[in-house]
């Protein structure tokens, strides 16, 4: 019974970051006067103020230790800063189900990353993993939407993949002081503050201009709570009941219920080589995380 309210969890966190995509590019598209900063903003507000009462009211929050203020401020800058900026001004700029894909090869360059710092050489599956989710990107870009017009947002999301892959490596330096959750949520705040002066300095112009639509609101609300509150909070449950390689797994349907919402709403249309793509990426995660 435990195990299986854990999948319908880690099934409903997939889902979620599967529509996030989806509902990132619509608010660019309903939204005419929507700035990258802006949406990351009101995105890492709306979790902030959803998870730090949660956090106070089950007595789970934990303050900062002074030796690991640096390690948060640096994964901060990392993740949400750097790596949000890169992926919404990729979903800005190419199509949501494309971007997700691309973000969901993050696992499998880990253990390169992990090879450059620490010496320790990937396996087989991984490369043969890597190489395979590539054709599967290319395919999704050559017959389905183009190279020429993806080439920024193909940068920004190469980018964002980096800095993920980055973060990670930086992330043993505290996770195994605090809880998951407190983590996330402490990013979020200092996210927040990093992102401010941002919004004020170069976006303020845009700020009354938004619609502020009940449209709009239910966009961010679903964005901040289901995606940047539930999500983790369902996955972080998931790495602890059942593993983190387990937990992991589940990731590779995020495409696929992005594929599905864009095609639900009228986004993007049926594409054969989309389809193709992420049936290919998707093979080529799952090879890589097989022992």
Known sequence: ????????????ASVFWGVSFILTKELFLTEEHMTVTILIAMRLAIATLVMVPLLLLTGKMQRIQRKDIKWFLLLTLCEPFIYHLCETSGVQLVSGSLAS?????????????????????????????????????????IGGEGLRGNFRGMLFLTGAVVIAVVYTLLLVKIVDRYNPLVITTWQNIIGFVYF????????AANLPL????????????????????????????GVRHLGAAEACVFNNTIPIFSFIAALVIGQEGFSWAKLIGIAVVITGVIISQRE
Do not use: E
């Open 196 to 203: 401010l002066p941002l919004v004020l300095c170069f976006d």
């Open 101 to 141: 894909v691309v973000i969901a090869t993050i696992p499998l360059f880990v253990p390169f990353g992990v090879w450059i710092a620490y010496r320790k050489r990937p396996r087989i599956q991984v490369v043969v993993g890597v190489a395979l989710s590539l054709i599967g990107v290319a395919v999704m870009l």
């Open 210 to 237: 938004l619609s502020y639509s009940p449209r709009m609101l239910a966009l961010l609300l679903m964005l901040g709570i289901c995606c940047s509150t539930l999500a983790y909070s369902f996955y972080n449950h």
């Open 1 to 12: 019974m435990k195990k299986s309210l854990t999948i319908i969890l880690l099934t409903l």
